[in-house]
């Protein structure tokens, strides 16, 4: 993206967006940038089109395992995925907690990710929708999709800042498919993003909150990459 002149990156973003919005019928919000290649001015321009940048704390690489020049292979991928899980015991996630990249890309990283779900269940106390992990209770331009705050999603409040159901889905802005992970808020009603001209950070935990996951899909289109 850094590459780009203004007016392709807001052309990327753009017709992303208006994809997205033509094939299911939603606005997104929030975007992931390919690579993680970001700066001040395409979060600036990112901004203007009402969209929040997130980047993942940890990366899998699942999509570079078997891919043309790559030495990743799918015994890495597992051991990346392993790694996330082990950082749950030795304190790394104390007070916050990893938003992991996984892609929706190949028979290989579905079945990978598929293959390690009932570990992550396991290691960590809540798996969570991003959306409702940073509190984000309208996710989406339009005003007929809502989602639950932390809280209400992990059914530790009897009422919540939206009516959404906990299983409401929709796609976010990306230049690819993935699936990625992070923590959950534990400020009900909330949020736990930055302003939109910078990254979203990994929101807090307080005590009780500690060991928590989110996983969401993110599906996206290519445009111009």
């Known amino acids: ?30 975007w992931r ?6 700066d001040n001015r395409i979060r600036l321009i990112a901004q203007s089109l009402n969209l929040t940048n997130y980047v993942w704390s940890d990366d899998s690489e699942d999509w570079r395992a078997g891919a043309a020049g790559s030495n990743v292979t799918e015994a890495d991928v597992t051991a990346n995925y392993q790694a996330v899980i ?12 990893p938003m992991v990249l996984t892609h929706e890309l190949t ?37 007929n999709v809502t989602y639950p705050d932390f809280l209400t999603y992990t059914n530790q409040s009897s009422s919540g800042s939206s009516s959404g159901s906990s299983s409401a889905s929709g796609p976010a802005a990306s ?4 699936t990625s992970s992070s923590a959950g808020s534990a400020n ?7 302003s939109n001209a910078k990254s979203a950070a990994s929101p807090k935990f307080t005590s009780g909150m500690m060991g928590s996951i989110v996983l969401v899909s993110l599906v996206g289109f290519f445009s111009l990459l």
């Open 188 to 194: 009900s009603g909330t949020s736990s993003t930055n």
């Open 33 to 38: 940038p390919p690579y993680g290649d970001v």
């Open 86 to 97: 082990s950082k749950v015991s030795n304190g790394t996630y104390k007070s916050s907690g």
């Open 107 to 143: 028979n290989f990283t579905m079945s990978e990710f598929i293959s390690q779900y009932d570990a992550i269940k396991a290691a960590f106390k809540y798996i969570v929708p991003l959306a409702s992990a940073f509190n984000t209770t309208q996710p989406y331009v339009e005003t």
């Open 1 to 30: 993206m850094t590459s780009f002149s203004n007016e392709e990156a807001f052309a990327e973003l753009y017709y992303t967006r208006k994809a997205i919005k033509e094939v299911l019928g939603v606005t997104p919000t929030c």
């Open 175 to 178: 230049a690819g498919s993935t």
